[in-house]
């Protein structure tokens, strides 16, 4: 009998419930107490959807990020918030945002450095080390949960993230290594395995997704001697990975001393035979068989044709399960009630994914006539997808096959360039800029729903839109920036506002997925060939230039960030449908320089995302996304400036694919890091104009000027300061006005001052 369990769900809830409660506390509007209920109520629920289980997970429910919560669990709190007025919580709170719910006026906490989860757009906040650094075991939080699931009738799964996985995503603060800390931190996790034990957990799921990146020697010997460890507690330990293939490391998994192994099979299926011929025949083998980072139904056909001899093999050793934790999915399709239905039958989020697991489980345990009715409903949707006229057009295709080198050429250097436009923009030392989007108040996503719903005609959105646009550009006037934006308040999204507007794209209601803490997006849908009907943002961007006679900023989302952060088709490569996008969106750069508009910035934020975990994979990768940039950007002549911006990733490693970009102006997240980003250009000489975010927009609190300067100061010991540009770390839209304004006077003044 194949068991059926589950690495993680998705915790902000189907309608986003966890993130507007959250957003109450922070505000004051309710206690903490309230907020606990709320927490409590939302997991049962989840716990309810995964009923069907054998083992559901615990300990994936989170307020902010799972690796924070690890922090947590271990003591390991930075010594800045030691001695705080408030709790637990509040530190919590301080760490992940810069404050909690008791401060007040501007926190002095600095907010933990933020990141990206391997190749996905979750944000985590990275641990900090120093040679001081202590574990202090703290897991009521945890033990808690359990105890809330099997007083509602669930067997449990502990979900954790491995001491190797912990130590290894963190940074050290001082002369520190992390791999020294590795003795104190398993001392924690063997008191928190026996701490489990005595509260009659049998297994526990240990996350090591590490395990499908390329490690040293040193690292390996970290997870041989981790394991060698733990395994003395008499709690079973399922080692899960996931993400990508274990390659090199697959040897040393099958040599641990472990109870179980899961393996993602959507990525590393070719070492499903292997990982079995060198487990033992007591060792569980946990297939991740259900994509849980894409929302298309699963071929149970073809899968079950290769499924079935793998369980006919292992027998009861055979465990199935999502290749991963189901974060990455939005929470149920049935609340989409207004999806094109052809489309919804394509689909399945976390909880039609559980639906699928169950139906394989049924198939392998009890044979494919027990549910031969929805395995033939199940093939005739993907027979119907595969051969629908909705996927492919051939005008597409032909515009893709003509593409042409010169296409990804700009005009002339950028040393040239950027005279041309000295003369051309006249702007001062230190020109400051936003990165485009300013607060999205309540009344702007109030008037876009009337729209949406019909309750305003097109003139009134249009009039009270171009009244937001006043406001936003009179209150650049009044900050003196440089550079303008429009500020955005017609866009929902950075990615599903041009989404909607392309061909080849749906999109949903309720398709939420967390990016970090409480802020959701939803990404939209490639389910076809891509085409741009007709400009997107021209008249927005006009209207904004008639509005003053400083530069006006024309802001497009780049091929690559639209592709990674969408739920993108699977039956054609990726390189394809971001060609497709670079294409698009190159007509909509165009239309802009013919309309006046001489700034365009062109954001890449999703750029290093993409990158394969393995850097020796790398090369293809970085191949197709720089040139379908380049093929967005480059028909546009010297006088130009195209900007782009990259935010909260690791890009030291891929600096030399970021510079053949070619961008005149690139704009970083530089702040929450302190610089330390800029780290690389001691060594790598950056030939264009850089711009080193000041001021961290994830957080409330407002940066002094000396901060700003201090942050420049040390950019400047990198990098020309004609070449530098004064900016936030990102967009604008999550904040509110009152932080907003005096965040950006702060940095005008930073910026006269630096002039001076």
Known sequence: MAILHNLGFPRIGAKRELKFELEKFWSNKISEQDLQA?????????????????????????????????SFLLGNIPDRVAGLEGNSLDNYFRIARGRSAIDKGCSCVHAGEMTKWFDTNYHYIVPEFTKHTEFNLDS?????????????????KPVILGP???????????????????????????????????NGVNWVQIDEPILVTELSNQWQQAISKTYKVLSNSSVKILLATYFGQLKENLPLLCELPIAGVHLDTINAKDEVKKLIENLNDQQVVSLGVINGRNI?????????????????????RLWVAPSCSLLHVPVDLNSEVKLDSEIKSWLAYATQKLEELSLVATALNEGRE?????????????????NSPLVNNPKVKKRVEAITDDMALRQSPFTQRAAIQKKIFNLPAYPTTTIGSFPQTMEIRQARRQYKNGDINENEYLKLMKAEIQLCVDIQHELELDVLVHGEPERNDMVEYFGEQLDGYAFSQFGWVQSYGSRCVKP???????????????????????LTDKPMKGMLTGPVTILNWSFVRDDQPRSTSCLQLALAIRDEVLDLEKAGINIIQIDEAALREGLPL??????????????????????????????THMCYSEFNDMIAAIADMDADVIT????????????????????????????????????????????????????PAERLWVNPDCGLKTRGWTEVKPALENMVKAAKKLRS
């Not at 939080?141 to 099997?150: F, G, N, T, V």
């Not at 741009?532 to 008249?539: E, F, G, L, Q, Y």
């Not at 293809?620 to 480059?634: G, V």
């Open 140 to 156: 009521a939080r945890l033990l808690s949960q359990i105890d809330e699931a099997k007083a509602l009738g669930h067997d449990v």
């Open 370 to 386: 027990a549910c031969s009715q929805a395995l033939n409903d199940n093939a005739d949707a993907i027979k119907n997808r595969r």
């Open 524 to 546: 939209p849908i490639i389910f076809g060939d891509i085409s741009r009907p007709s400009a997107m943002t021209v008249k927005w961007s006009e209207f904004a230039q008639t």
């Open 668 to 719: 970083i997240e530089t702040s929450r890091s302190d610089m330390e980003l800029l780290d690389v250009f001691d060594e790598f000489n950056y030939p264009n104009d850089i711009g080193p975010g000041v001021y961290d927009i994830h957080t409330p609190n407002i940066p002094t000027v000396d901060y700003m300067v201090a942050l420049m100061e040390k950019a400047g010991e990198r990098i």
């Open 164 to 198: 190797v996985s912990y130590l290894y995503l963190g940074k050290t603060k001082d002369e520190c290594q992390k791999i020294d800390l590795l003795d104190n931190v398993l001392t924690a996790y063997s008191k928190l395995l026996s701490e489990l034990a005595q």
């Open 38 to 70: 709320k927490a409590k109520n939302i997991r049962a629920k989840h716990w309810d959807n995964q009923k069907e289980l054998n083992l559901v997970p615990v300990g994936d429910f989170s307020f902010y990020d799972q690796v924070l919560d690890t």
């Open 614 to 643: 393995r850097q020796s994979q790398w090369q293809e990768y970085i191949e197709w996304a720089i040139k379908s940039f380049k093929i967005t950007s480059n028909g546009v002549s010297d006088k130009t400036q195209i900007h």
């Open 296 to 316: 298309w139904k699963t071929d149970l056909t073809a899968l079950l044709d290769w499924l079935e001899p793998v369980s006919n093999q292992l027998g009861e």
